[in-house]
C-alpha cells in the first residue's frame, strides 16, 4: 500500500468515527470569519454563501469526502449543498480527481483545440437529441449570457422573456427584472429588453408574445426551478411553451445549468421529452471543476465568429482539466445507474419528511405549514401553506422559520443551503444512514418550531 492510500484509509476511519454536527467550538471559524470579512466583501465571493439570510457566522470548510463536508474546527456535517449543485458524485470523487491529476501533467492550458474538448462535445451531442453542436465557456453565467447574445444575432430581435423568480446567473440581462437578486449597478436599459410572465402561465407567455409580436428573440426559462423552491413544470408547460415559441418564431432556450445532467442523463429536456432550440449548462457538467455551456442546433450554433457574426470567446474555456474533469464525471454517471440511485434516496427523505408531517398533524390536529417539493435529486422543504407554483407563491414563504430550521439542522449536523428557497442537492454517496439521521434531525427541527 502506498502512503497515499495509507493516508486516505486512516482519514475515511477517522471520519467515520467522528460524531457529527456542531461539535467542536468554532474558534478557528469565528476567526478566519473575521479575517476574511476585512479582505473579501461580506467575507464570500458569492453571496448566497454567507449566512445573510438565516443570521450568524457562515461554515468555514477544510474539505469534502463522499457526503460530508468537515470544517476548520473539526466539525462534521451531512451535507445537501452539494457545491450548490456539481457534487452530485459526493465531494472528491475519485474518478474526478484521477482525471485531472492524469491531466494536469501535460499543461493546464493551450488556447488551441485539443482531444479532450472534441470528446466532450462528442458526449454531450450524443446524449442530448437538441443538440448539434456546443461551445464550452467557464461558468453558467456566462453560458446563459452568450446563449441569449446568439438568439438575438440569429433573430435579429432585441427582446427576451424570462419567467419570475428563475435564476440565470449575474450578467445584465438576466438580473434586470430579478426581484430576489435585484441588483444596482444594472443600466435600466437592460429592463426595457426583457420582459417578465409567469411560470406555470402559458397565458402570461402568450399575452407577451401576442403584445411584442415580431421582438422576441427568445424565451427562456429554468425547466424546473431551483431558486424559488424546486418547482416542477406543469405537464402541458413545457410542451405548450415549445409550441408558442414555434408559433411566434422566438427561440425556446432551456436553462439547465442547474437541471443539466442532475435530474436525469442530459438533463429536464430528456426527462419530460420537449426540445428547446438552445439549451445552457455548467454545474454537473464540470465534475466540480469550472464550467459553462451552450448548444443547440447547427443553423443557430453556426452564427457565432469565426463561422458567423456573433462574437464570444475566453481564455480559459474548454481548458483541458474542466473537459477532462466533465468527461470522467459523464463517464461515471452514464455507466453507473446513479439516477436510480438518487430517486431511492430521495423518495426516502422524503416519505420520512412525510411521515414526520403526518405525525404531528395526528398530534396536533393541524399539519404544520411545509410543502415538501423536489424533482428528482434537488429538493426544498418550504415554510410556506400551499404549494409553491410560481414566484407568487414562493414570495408567501416564511424566511425566518426557515432560519430557525436551518439552525437546528446545523446543529444536528445537517448542512443545506442557506436560505429559504435554494434547492438542496443529493449525492449518490447519501447512504440510507445519512438520509435516516437527516429525517431525525430535520423532524427533531419541525417539532421544535411547531410545538
Ligand atoms: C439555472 C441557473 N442558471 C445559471 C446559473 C449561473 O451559473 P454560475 O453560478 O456557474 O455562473 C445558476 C447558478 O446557480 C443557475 O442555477
Known sequence: ?????????????KTDNMPIGLVKPCTKTESLGKRIAELIPGGVNSPFRSFHEVGG???????????RVFDVDGNQFIDYVGAWGPAILGHAPQA???????????????????????RLAETLVEALPSVDMVRFVNSGTEAVMSAIRLARGYTGRDKVIVFEGCYHGHSDSTLANDRIKHSSGVPDGFAGSSIQA???????VEECLEKHSGEVAA?????VTGSMGVIEPHPDFLPGLRSLCTKYDALLIFDEVLTGFRLAWGGAQNLYGVEPDLSTFGKTLGGGMPIGAYGGRREIMNCLMPIGKVYQAGTFSGNPLTMAGGLAILGELKNKQIYQTLENRAKRLFSGLERVLEQIEQEQG??????LQRVGSMFTVLFVEAPVKNFNDARKIDEKLFAKFFHHCLEGGVYLP???VDAACLSSEHSEEDIDRTIEVMGAGIRSIFE
Open 366 to 371: 393541524k399539519r404544520p405549514p411545509i410543502q
Open 57 to 67: 457566522q457562515a461554515i468555514f470548510l477544510d474539505r469534502g469526502k463522499g457526503s
Open 418 to 420: 442557506p436560505t429559504a
Open 1 to 13: 500500500m502506498t502512503s497515499n492510500t495509507t493516508k486516505e484509509k486512516d482519514r475515511s476511519e
Open 219 to 223: 424565451v427562456i426559462l429554468e425547466p
Open 198 to 204: 409567469e411560470f406555470n402561465n402559458l397565458a402570461s
Open 96 to 118: 474526478v480527481i484521477d482525471a485531472v491529476k492524469g491531466t494536469i501533467d501535460k499543461g493546464p492550458l493551450f488556447g488551441a483545440p485539443h482531444e479532450l474538448e472534441l
